[in-house]
């Protein structure tokens, strides 16, 4: 049997960074344990009346977000909240997938126009990675609203 994976991300703000990978990826952030949502529903919300239930302290009810492949195929995101800043750069970091069929220009146009969504929504440009082949086809490195960096490949 194989295992499944959970990509844990440290962050001040977990809702807002969860927020942000949202739009990146696609995915959605799921209801609370035991509670359907109607459709429509916003999960965000769903969670605030469910902590405010449970008798979650209002300063701790942002101490952890998630979000999860709609299709049911791609690993599960969780953002927990740490006090301090993040200080280095990331020894593992994620590859966001956004041309990995297209090749040589065309490639690197769509990595731009991606690059400029995720810019318009907090995220950073760091650098430009032009093909390099056979070993590199290209990529963009950036940085999401925390400084935790990923690739656009």
Known sequence: ????IQITLDARDPR???A???????YVHPGPPGVELSPGEDPLEAWDAFLERSGVPEDQRNSASALEDPDGRGPRFFFQQVPEE??????VHVDV????????DERMA??????????????RRL?????EPPMSLGFIVMADP????FCLD
């Open 20 to 26: 942000f990978w949202k739009e990146v990826l696609g």
């Open 127 to 131: 650098a430009r990675h032009d093909p």
């Open 110 to 123: 769509a990595l731009e126009r991606e690059c400029e969504r995720l810019v318009a929504l907090g995220g």
């Open 86 to 91: 993040k200080v280095a750069k990331n020894r």
């Open 16 to 18: 807002a960074l969860s």
């Open 1 to 4: 049997m194989s295992a499944t």
């Open 97 to 104: 997938r956004t041309a990995p069929d297209l090749r040589d």
């Open 146 to 149: 925390e400084g935790n960096e």
